[in-house]
């Protein structure tokens, strides 16, 4: 369970940018028995657009502690790539790739509804499968 706060901007119909709180809720319990809290934290966030593919770039964890981000926060390894293909107006597949994971999936729109599953090679978790269910706001 996990509970954030983002905001989107729309710069031009083909570049965005969110920024978003993170973990104002979080708890997490993997099948491997692994239990994950966390605390809240900045993301900054852009994709762009190109025909029918999405590029992301992701900034994150930056934890509300100015110590931290003096003394502990390495920039490169917290940023995140990713890309999206929409194979029509319904379906997207996606790949992502950090520091600790991969990740392969695909998000299905239904009415306002986005259901979303990846598959997560973690360093740290193994493999594992996410599932998400968004409510798009318009």
């Given at each position: 369970?996990?509970?954030d706060f983002m905001y989107l901007k729309n710069i031009s119909d083909k570049l965005h940018i969110m920024i978003s709180l993170n973990n104002m809720f979080s708890y997490r319990k993997w099948?491997?028995?692994?239990?994950?809290?966390?605390y809240p934290a900045l993301e900054f966030f852009t994709h762009f657009k190109i025909?029918?593919?999405?590029?992301?770039?992701?900034?994150?964890n930056i934890?509300?502690?100015?110590?931290?981000?003096?003394?502990?926060?390495?920039?490169?390894d917290n940023i995140k790539i990713g890309f999206e293909q929409s194979v029509n107006s319904k379906l997207r597949l996606r790949f992502g790739h950090s520091n600790d994971y991969e990740t392969y999936g695909f998000g299905l729109l239904i009415n306002d509804f986005m259901l979303?599953?990846?598959?997560l090679n973690h360093e740290s978790l193994d493999y594992s499968s996410q599932f998400s269910i968004t409510y798009l706001i318009k």
């Open positions: 369970v996990n509970m099948t491997n028995q692994t239990i994950e809290r966390f025909k029918n593919s999405k590029f992301f770039l992701e900034l994150d934890y509300l502690n100015q110590n931290f981000i003096a003394n502990q926060y390495d920039l490169f979303d599953y990846c598959y």
